[in-house]
Each structure stands twice: as C-alpha cells, then as structure tokens.
C-alpha cells in the first residue's frame, strides 16, 4: 500500500511561481513513475507531467516551457515547479503513483492523493 501526501497549493497572481510537493510512503519499491495530474471543475482530470525513476519527463503541452517536474528519489518525493501560471490552471492538482506492471514482479496499481488546490488570479 502506497500513501501520498500533496502540499504546497494556494491562490497566486498569473505571472507568479508555486511549488507543489507530494510524498510517497508505505511501499514504493515498484514505482515506475510518479506525475501531476488537475482537474477544473466541470472537466476531466488531465495530464500535467509525469517523472521517471531514471528522469524520464513527459508534459502536457499546455505548461510546457512553464512547469517542471522533479524528484527527489532518498525522500520518495515529487515536485511541480509552476512557473507563470494562468488563471487557465486553476484547478485541484493531484499526485499519482504509477506501479510497474505484473511481468515485474509488481501490480502494476495506481495511487493517488487527496488533492490540493491551486487558485491563479489574473
């Protein structure tokens, strides 16, 4: 069982930074990826960005050149660096845990956090 924990949301000018973090517990040993995800109310949850255990990163192509993911493997947690948001990424941003798949030896399961909400004023 994999917990995680999201903090670092708030309200910020468009134009501004934010950083979010999000920390994995329990048993990780089988991450093949961890990533962001957001969902606006009224919409789907989308993509934002997805790391690697090697670094691997993949984006959205709407933060693009603004967000970047990171991760600090010793403490088992992801970052989101928000650079220049817009109120268009206003939405509740959530922390995924993506397990390898069952020829590994894993379950190949998803985890995800509770959310934090992240509010971008023009």
């Known amino acids: 069982q994999v917990e995680l924990v999201e903090s670092g949301g708030g309200s910020v000018q468009a134009g501004g930074s934010l950083r979010l973090s999000c920390t994995a517990s329990?048993?990780?040993?089988?991450?093949?990826?961890m990533g962001w995800y957001r969902q606006a109310p009224g919409e789907e949850r989308e993509l934002v960005a997805t790391i690697t255990t090697d670094d691997s990163t993949n984006y959205a192509d709407s933060v693009k050149g603004r967000f970047t993911i990171s991760r600090d493997n010793a403490k088992n947690t992801v970052f989101l660096q928000m650079n220049s948001p817009k109120p268009e990424d206003t939405a509740v941003y959530y922390c995924n845990l993506h397990e390898k798949g069952l020829g590994t030896g894993c379950h190949g399961l998803s985890y995800w956090g509770k959310g934090t909400q992240v509010t971008v004023s023009s």
């Open positions: 329990g048993d990780t040993i089988c991450t093949r990826y």
